[in-house]
């Protein structure tokens, strides 16, 4: 199959279905990568969700994005037809609190497992998150410190 790239984008007439009402399209796009391990082909989207403060208008946003991109995620894995079935949305999803009960956490959850870290400095940033729709009985975990620079870390399927 090879290593393919691309854009997450979701037709203006599907926004609504995506990301509620609310929803106009992503901040920052998310990007897709896809490549081989082994027997599975995995299909990466990197997420940097808009951030914006914390009053419930620039949550409700947020939410939006992260109910979008697990939407997208989601039909994605029901497609028979799509280039792989296995995905997995990484990245900055400017979580509050990463626990039942945050919008932006529930979304992440909802469709399925996932995994987050918050920091425990006070920092607008590197609210990172990991929801999978792959084989794995469990989404890969985030290592406790992750320097600014991205750092790739791999999961075998059992």
């Known amino acids: 199959m090879g290593e393919k790239v691309g854009k997450l984008t979701i037709p203006p007439s599907r926004l609504a279905d995506a990301g509620g009402e ?10 897709l990568a896809a490549f081989e391990a082994g027997r ?6 990197n997420v940097h969700s808009f951030y914006g403060g914390s009053d419930n208008k620039n949550i409700e946003r947020r939410a ?5 991109i697990a939407w ?6 029901d497609d028979p037809h799509a280039y792989t079935r296995d995905i997995l949305a990484l990245g900055d999803f ?8 945050d919008p ?4 992440l959850t909802r469709r399925g497992p996932a995994s987050a870290r918050v920091p425990d400095e006070d920092r607008h940033h590197d ?21 600014p620079a991205a750092q790739a870390y791999s999961t075998s399927m059992p």
């Open 104 to 107: 932006i956490y529930d979304e």
């Open 94 to 101: 400017n979580l509050p609190r990463a626990e039942a009960g």
């Open 64 to 68: 939006g994005e992260t109910r979008a």
């Open 22 to 31: 609310a929803f106009r399209g992503f901040d920052r796009t998310p990007y």
């Open 40 to 45: 599975l082909t995995l299909l990466l989207a």
């Open 127 to 147: 609210r990172r998150a990991t929801a999978s729709t792959t084989r794995w009985p469990t989404c890969p975990p985030i290592p406790e410190r992750i320097s």
């Open 72 to 77: 997208w995620c989601d039909k994605r894995s």
